[in-house]
């Protein structure tokens, strides 16, 4: 067990859910310590009926903790996690920064389990877009070896956080009045609109946001060879990433064949009864843990393809959730040795 377990942006969004999925699954530990910034030092929150204060994160704020699970701004993380690591504490990050360190084990625990304990100190948690998408493409890939993926995502406003949220109220209300609005979150306006551009021009045509797809999708898979062509689009969607996947395998899935090994795996839930209007959508899928599948079909261009329509809960699965799941991987692993 941790015994000083801490959350390194206690106080944001995702770090919110951190907090809750900690008191809900009843992680083990003894005690717990929120960490933010000078602003949120000094406030309190309520944890399993207990008031505890946040602390403002420094590297003497590390001494004493075990495990940390941070949810902050990539600079934020180039930062703690060297004083965390220097304090004798293991980091579960949940930023890009340590994302592609090559030293970095990068987790989803329904699939590359296995590397979390390969850490040196710090272990990083994949893109919201990523961590759906591979949780998917896992029993395809243990049935039939992925060759390529083609995915165009729809990803919702709260993936920009609070204020990408805000804004898409703030921009609907003044669409529906006739009202002029500026975007201050988005480059352009949200409301009943797509934006076919998240993060920055990064390669060939491809923006960071992509370029995190494709780099992070051969890491947990550890195949360099799989190949990953993105779209990632903003959508007028509060909250839950809904993406449209096209796999191609080295040996043929059926529609049927890929139902039954959805069904099957952990954290995936089908949901596809397309006669009915029946399929996951993101106003369903909001707060729940699952990735839901529906949509399943076979490619009618290709001979091994299959298309299916992937949504989860992008602060949830996305973030919180995942990052809980690896210091609940690392617990067991520590009580079985």
């Not at 076979?298 to 949504?311: P, Y």
Request: glycine share 8%; aromatic share 6%; proline share 6%.
């Amino acid at each position: 067990m941790f015994e000083t377990i801490a959350i390194v942006g206690a106080t944001g969004a995702v770090g919110r859910i951190i907090r809750q999925l900690l008191a809900e699954r009843n992680f083990p530990h003894k005690r717990i310590r929120f960490l933010a910034s000078a602003r949120s030092a000094g406030t309190t929150i309520d944890f399993q009926g207990t008031t505890i204060e946040v602390e403002e994160m420094t590297p003497a704020a590390f001494e004493g903790i075990d495990l940390a699970i941070g949810s902050t701004p990539d600079p934020i993380a180039k930062e703690f996690v060297p004083w965390a690591k220097a304090a004798g504490c293991l980091v579960v990050d949940e930023s890009g920064y340590w994302r592609m360190d090559a030293e970095v084990p990068l987790v989803v625990p329904e699939v590359n389990p296995e590397a979390a304990f390969t850490h040196k100190g710090v272990i990083a948690s994949p893109n919201c877009s990523t961590t759906q998408m591979v949780l998917a493409m896992k029993p395809l890939h243990d049935a039939g070896r992925i060759k390529r993926v083609v995915v165009s995502t729809y990803q919702a406003t709260s993936g920009a956080g609070v204020g990408g949220q805000a804004e898409l109220i703030d921009a609907s209300r003044a669409a529906l009045a006739g009202s002029d609005h500026t975007p201050t979150t988005f480059a352009h306006p949200i409301a009943f609109n797509l934006i076919p551009q998240i993060g920055s021009l990064k390669h060939a045509g491809y923006t960071s946001e992509e370029m995190k797809m494709v780099f992070e999708t051969q890491k947990i898979f550890a195949d360099p060879t799989i190949k990953v062509c993105p779209t990632c689009v903003r959508a007028p969607v509060s909250n839950c990433h809904s993406e449209s996947i096209l796999v191609e395998t080295e040996k043929k899935i059926t529609a049927e064949q890929a139902r039954a090994l959805f069904a099957a795996t952990p954290g995936l839930r089908v949901v596809d009864d397309l006669a009915n209007g029946v399929y996951p959508m993101p106003r369903d899928c909001d707060g729940s843990d699952d990735t839901f599948i529906g949509r399943i079909r076979e490619d009618l261009s290709s001979d091994n393809g299959l298309a299916f329509w992937c949504v989860s809960d992008n602060l949830r699965k996305g973030a919180a959730t995942n990052a809980v799941q690896i210091a609940e991987l690392l617990t067991k692993h520590s009580a079985a040795v």
